[in-house]
């Protein structure tokens, strides 16, 4: 079974500028995560669906950090414009359900923000 | 107040050894599961084993145990005979099932497992 799938893996911007991810889940898997990981730190949710819908996007910064999954399955992330605090790792997840299923995650982008 | 607590930056361990890792939560809920999951230098998160708050027994997954105290909030990571390949960041994390919360994974600091030869 094919796992998380995530592009790029790394990606190095100036501030201001924009970026997008893309996240592929595991297929079936109905519920799809974004984290944000800053070095030395734990992931931190940004945004949930439950298929196309958002479920939780309160820690998502609106102001410039936008997510859609238009169809069920793949999403992406955009930033616009990045700011050197965005540089981290972002990291994608999957699960069949919310509630206490497990998440499993995708390799993560690296971002860059010089 | 932190939900989940890892207390150790940094572990060593000798291979062949047992090793535990430490992780207290805080919670209100009844229904809530704990995880843990091992981060390598590559970066992925790769999920180990899983507790739920209702289950009797602690879970096991090959090398991996988790001692479940539930009355000291307590979800320790037990790794047997380590291994060079088990040196990686150890999250300890906590979904709880109701609330505004819900399904939300909230991650501890991490601890960075070195395993010398």
């Known amino acids: 079974e094919a796992g998380v799938a995530q592009s790029p893996r790394y990606k190095i911007i100036e501030k201001r500028q924009s970026v997008a991810f893309w996240c592929n889940p595991i297929?079936?898997?109905?519920?799809l995560y974004w984290y944000q990981q800053i070095l030395g730190q734990g992931p931190k949710l940004l945004i949930q669906?439950?298929?196309?819908?958002?479920?939780?996007d309160s820690q998502l910064p609106k102001d410039r950090f936008s997510a859609e999954r238009l169809k069920g399955v793949d999403s992406t992330l955009k930033i616009q414009p990045a700011k050197l605090e965005d540089s981290a790792v972002y990291l994608c997840?999957?699960?069949?359900?919310?509630?206490?299923?497990?998440?499993?995650f995708g390799p993560g982008t690296r971002l860059t923000v010089l | 107040a932190q939900k989940i607590t890892q207390t150790q930056p940094g572990m060593f361990v000798q291979e062949k050894e047992a090793v535990t890792l430490d992780c207290t939560y805080d919670?209100?809920?009844?229904?809530?599961?704990l995880f843990w999951y091992k981060q390598p230098s590559s970066g992925e998160m790769i999920f180990l084993i899983y507790?739920?708050?209702?289950?009797?027994q602690n879970a096991t997954e090959g090398r991996y145990s988790l001692n479940f105290q539930k009355a000291r909030k307590s979800a320790n990571l037990v790794i047997s005979a380590s291994q060079l390949g088990d040196s990686a960041m150890y999250f300890c994390?906590?979904?709880?099932?109701?609330?505004?919360?819900?399904?939300?994974?909230?991650f501890g600091k991490g601890t960075k497992l070195s395993v010398k030869p």
């Open positions: 997840a999957s699960s069949l359900g919310t509630s206490l299923a497990t998440q499993y």
């Open positions: 297929s079936g898997h109905a519920t």
């Open positions: 919670t209100s809920d009844q229904s809530y599961g």
């Open positions: 507790q739920g708050s209702y289950d009797e």
């Open positions: 669906f439950q298929n196309n819908g958002v479920v939780d």
């Open positions: 994390a906590m979904r709880e099932g109701y609330g505004g919360s819900q399904g939300n994974l909230i």
